[in-house]
């Protein structure tokens, strides 16, 4: 076990099933281990000679894939707890410039044998639909040139984070994370929201010229991944790697337009309200976040210890088996939630794939974003564990539509027991900044999703009309606001989304996904029991069955036209207005 895995905020657990394959003595971490395991399953796949033989070798494959998940997420969770750390440094990149471009052409030569195999037309279709169609479309992408590439993107993407994670500024003689910053954003005290803003926004600008070369050097390595496997674009070839056989990027561009016609009226108006509240001409970058009745900021937790125990109370009101998983995150401290220099921004949930345990990552400054971050960031947790007793590898996740299924409507389920953090008069408040938040959220989706369907569709633009499509989507999607005196801010907003580095094409996902949790929190209006009894039986399909069945059993629509965004909308809308909004 390497040095950095001392690193880690929790004691590494053991396989959830016994390993029946690969030795229990073996260091991931050392290539010359793991290649002889592949070697193996290449030879043995000749002697499976019924389909059940194959089904066996299969679940061999996925526990060597497993242990190599569990390995590389160990070494990203040090790395990420500890940016500034060069042991953990280390420890994440030997495995992707040294493991990662190994396994890769092993794994596509593992798939293609499964492909070939006789015994394939013998497996249960039904079984094995998803992931035979996985399995082709990963085999038709694969390219040995692209392992290099996609090492060097990986290594790009964790400069990213390490530089974003490094940001500090110096607030009234402190020395504060820019995570930390936001907080203010909540003050009833106007030049004070200001102060903190422009000097956030302004160390988030010194950095532009960095973050545009980073950018640059990620889409370059892009568009010659999608030129490689012979697609036009990296908008086309995204679309098959990340399995979207069930929407089309004209789908997307009808959600967008949803979005235009049915939300932007409503965020327009709640931003309209907002002004008069307050008092003002125009609503300035530093208006946003402030109650608009000026109250004094929800601020739901001092210390973590207590946003911990008053989220395990959430959820033993909700449901036995949701309070029993989060007991046992608790307990095996697979938490790790505090801001603090040198760690990376934001959050994430992160499945150990061999003892299929879930972990949480977040950045919490006690506000009440924290409180919708760690629910929803539990969602995915709760997921992760109601899948773990499949142990077909390959169907112990789903696919991230869904999976944000789980998150989003965790946060609509929890809002309903705020009380534990608040007194009844500011859980409301809570709820109306909740919804008025999801409102606020689809627009900057479409934003997001639109401006990668703008860079990836034109390859080899410049800078500057890169620039131009962002501000026409601002103007698109922004909404009333005054960005007067800090247009160069506006212009470099995108920066601060981790996902257009980190994760191209993973953000419409949330869209997607919000539309069937509302469907969700709508179905446990009319009976919470049927609801969360749904909730648990689509989660514990994992990604066993294509999305639009995942959606039907947590008894939602898959559909993200504007016959379903309107009357979802309509919901929001009447819900705030009982919450005096």
Partial sequence: MLAAMNLLPFEPQPPYRPRAFVPEKIDLG???????????????AGAARAPAELERWLLEGGELTAALDEEASRRYIAMTCHTDNPEAERGYLHFVEEIDPQAKPRQFKLARLFLEHPARAGLARERYFVFDRSTRAQADLFRPENVPLETEEAKLSQQYQKLMGSLTVTFRGQERTLAQMGRYQEETDRSLRQEAWELTAQRRLQEA??????????????????????????????????????????????????????VMPVLRLLQGRRREKLGLKTLRPWDLAVDPSNQPPLRPFDKVESLVANTQDIFSQLDDGLARDF???????????????GKAPGGYQSTLAESRLPFIFMNAVGMQRDVETILHEAGHAFHALAAREEDFYSYRSAPIEFCEVASMSMELLGNEFLEKFYAHGEAQRARRQHLQGIVEIFPWIATVDAFQHWIYSHPGHARAERQRAWLELMDRFAGDMDWSGH???????????????????YYVEYGIAQLGALQVWRNSKKDKGRALQDYHRGLALGGSRPLPELFAAAGCRFDFSRQTVQPLVQLVQSELANLGE
């Fill in 30 to 44: 050392d290539w010359n281990q793991v290649a002889p395991l592949f070697d193996k399953l290449e030879s043995a």
């Fill in 209 to 262: 010229g960095h973050i545009e070369d980073l950018f640059e050097s990620l889409l370059k390595l892009r568009e010659q991944i999608a030129a490689n496997a012979g697609f036009p674009n990296y908008l086309q070839y995204a679309f098959k790697w990340r399995g979207r056989f069930d929407y089309t990027p004209e789908d997307c561009r009808q959600f967008h337009e949803a979005i235009e016609k049915e």
């Fill in 327 to 341: 007991g046992l995150m608790r307990e095996k401290c697979l938490l790790d939630l505090e801001n603090r220099k």
């Fill in 487 to 505: 247009e160069s801010v506006r212009a470099h907003l995108w920066h601060r989304q981790l996902h257009i580095f980190l994760h191209p094409f």
